[in-house]
């Protein structure tokens, strides 16, 4: 993807819509973005153990919904989904899985993914469970025996046996269509 001037120097003109949409299209190609992730957990995320520990690793796992004023276009990014404030509004969706910093108690993002706004929180689980233990999978302590916690839409038994069969821990509250009332 040329951006750059001939000469291989930035002006004013490198920030022209087409020339910005141009690179917005590239890196909205998945695999392009995931590679450019990958490349900035390189170089700016150590994960260091300083004793040799039982405790496991937390990654939370969540979904945030972004609304927009935008039209929406078939196929596209922006769509109408289910929201509980502004049902009226197309929208799109980040998905976010952060490590836990027992040091500092801040998150720090691992793996991210966006999709359009009327896809289901729970089949987005999966997808970025996969793309954090392949951030991850280079860091000794991180294979496995990970705690993934998420919010009730985690909860499917699709979801929790992926979990599993990954050989790492859920957390995650039953919803009432999987643990009644009663038996609570």
Known sequence: LQVLSED???SYLDFTDDKL???LDKIGDVSVWNAIESQINETCL???RLAETTEMATL????APIQSHGKVKEGGLLQHGHHKHHADLPQFKAKLCTLDNELTH???PVASMIVSGNQ???GLYIPIIKQSKAELSGIAGYGTENLYVGDKKFAS???RAYVVAGQDYYLTPLPLVQLSQAAR
């Open 8 to 10: 291989k120097t930035l």
């Open 21 to 23: 949409g141009a690179v």
């Open 120 to 122: 289901s929180d729970d």
């Open 157 to 159: 038994i699709v979801n």
């Open 106 to 108: 801040f998150a720090f």
């Open 60 to 63: 939370r796992l969540d979904a």
């Open 46 to 48: 150590s994960v260091y």
